[in-house]
């Protein structure tokens, strides 16, 4: 298995405070992904990293940030919690931004009351 | 992207081959076949991929028709863990600057005892 951890696993925060997601990976690829999971949506892809300090937005970007001051770590924050944002969070690596074959990790189950 | 078609549910006995098809009638000839997997309540696994070629890895075989429009993904031995929802998925690996992994509705395999 890809080298591929997310901290915490599981969260319960009030809404309105802020968290952040760690993603760390063994693997020393160059792309990290930040996912989220929801029944009927699917995967939708939050933001994306393809180097330190480069980000992009995906396609459900808002009220959400990014950071990755190394490569072996990404960190996704909720600036301040909604009930919307209660989901199951993936991260992803890959190696390029051309391929598809991405590993993801075990992921971390938010809860927002 | 071609659009893929995939039975809803399979069931599969322990220790037999599970053979999995994928209709993409519309692949276009730069379109890869990539298959993952999702076991319940774990991140989605990349399994493999191809062009046009049978390719196998530590995991799985695939096998790609010759006129490319069907693929099959086989599990050569079947075990309790390859229990799971499954996902056959065509995409150009090089269009954009990155790519983010979609699913469809795929196949939910279940492993017999």
């Known amino acids: 298995d890809a080298g591929i951890t997310q901290s915490p696993r599981h969260k319960v925060t009030e809404t309105g405070t802020p968290v952040t997601l760690r993603c760390h990976q063994t693997?020393?690829?160059?792309?990290m992904y930040w996912y989220r999971q929801d029944p009927g949506h699917g995967l939708r892809l939050i933001h994306y990293?393809?180097?330190?300090?480069?980000?992009d937005k995906g396609e459900v970007s808002d009220g959400y940030s990014v950071s990755r001051s190394k490569t072996e770590d990404f960190l996704l924050t909720l600036e301040s919690a909604t009930s919307s944002q209660t989901s199951v969070y993936f991260c992803?690596?890959?190696?390029?931004?051309?391929?598809?074959?991405?590993?993801f990790g075990p992921g971390t189950r938010l809860t927002v009351t | 992207d071609a659009k893929t078609t995939q039975p809803p549910s399979m069931d599969c006995a322990e220790g037999r081959a599970a053979n999995l098809p994928c209709n993409h009638s519309?692949?276009?000839?730069?379109?890869?076949v990539y298959w993952y997997r999702q076991i319940h309540s774990q991140g989605p696994q990349y399994i493999i991929h191809g062009l046009k070629n049978n390719e196998t890895n530590e995991m799985a075989s695939l096998i790609i028709t010759e006129d490319r429009k069907s693929s099959t993904l086989i599990l050569p031995h079947a075990t309790l863990r390859d229990t799971a929802v499954y996902y056959c998925?065509?995409?150009?690996?090089?269009?954009?600057?990155?790519?983010?992994?979609?699913f469809g509705t795929g196949t939910k395999l279940q492993v017999i005892p």
């Open positions: 519309t692949i276009s000839g730069n379109e890869y």
């Open positions: 998925i065509v995409r150009v690996p090089d269009s954009g600057g990155y790519q983010k992994v979609t």
């Open positions: 990293s393809y180097g330190v300090k480069d980000t």
């Open positions: 992803a690596i890959s190696e390029s931004g051309h391929t598809y074959e991405q590993y």
């Open positions: 693997e020393n690829h160059r792309y």
